[in-house]
T-cell receptor, first 120, second 110 residues
Framework: GAVVSQHPSRVICKSGTSVKIECRSL??????MFWYRQFPKQSLMLMAT?????????EQGVEKDKFLINHASLTLSTLTVTSAHPEDSSFYIC????????????????FGPGTRLLVL | EDQVTQSPEALRLQEGESSSLNCSYT??????LFWYRQDPGKGPEFLFT???AGEEKEKERLKATLTKKESFLHITAPKPEDSATYLC???????????FGSGTKLNVKP
């Protein structure tokens, strides 16, 4: 139980294009999802908290207009990197919290497998 | 300010050599402390959630314990497949987000 998927797992795009990453909770409902970024040999950096049916909450220093988040259902959140540039290349990971505790905990964040973005 | 510090940064063990990883935290009211395992190029895999001092949880060769200031992840008779980065995170009361430590990279040699 408590499985989170991400799609795509890897994406290569040209500078200036937009890329959408999907995060799905497969066997539980998630009113709250989180988007992280991870640089090589570093820990996770929280970018934003995604709330179902409302606006995302962004961490300080994260550009809202560049990293668009949509959480339209209880099982899906999307992150769109707009006008991507080489410095946006990174490993993006989402997580989801089980809203109703069906997995055993309402507080635990369950992570997806990550999406490797390379912007040329 | 809420903080999480993990030590050591890296740990090399021989197969079968038991040891412990430390996670020290400062938080304004602990809602939960979480341990994850992360393999290279993958998302963190959930291991344990601890809520209050004195609580312990076990899974195979791993045992997590919690005090008011720190948590330990004890690894008993590790195997090479236990090699990974182990991450600790805390959640404060009334907050959604996690504060992550920088992780301990464990390498178990056969």
């Amino acid at each position: 139980g408590a499985v989170v998927s991400q799609h795509p797992s890897r994406v290569i795009c040209k500078s200036g294009t937009s890329v959408k990453i999907e995060c799905r909770s497969l066997d539980f409902q998630a009113t709250t999802m989180f988007w992280y970024r991870q640089f090589p040999k570093q820990s996770l950096m929280l970018m934003a908290t995604s709330n179902e049916g409302s606006k995302a909450t962004y961490e300080q220093g994260v550009e809202k207009d560049k990293f668009l988040i949509n959480h339209a259902s209880l099982t899906l959140s999307t992150l769109t990197v707009t006008s991507a540039h080489p410095e946006d290349s990174s490993f993006y990971i989402c997580s989801a919290r089980d809203a109703f505790g069906t997995s055993g905990s309402k507080e635990t964040q369950y992570f997806g497998p990550g999406t490797r973005l390379l912007v040329l | 300010e809420d903080q999480v510090t993990q030590s050591p940064e890296a740990l090399r063990l021989q197969e079968g050599e038991s040891s412990s990883l430390n996670c020290s935290y400062t938080v304004s009211g602990l809602r939960g402390l979480f341990w994850y395992r992360q393999d290279p190029g993958k998302g963190p895999e959930f291991l344990f959630t601890l809520y209050s001092a004195g609580e312990e949880k076990e899974k195979e060769r791993l045992k997590a314990t919690l005090t008011k200031k720190e948590s330990f992840l004890h690894i008993t008779a590790p195997k090479p497949e236990d090699s990974a980065t182990y991450l600790c995170a805390v959640q404060a009361v009334n907050f959604n987000k996690f504060y992550f430590g920088s992780g301990t990279k464990l390498n178990v040699k056969p």
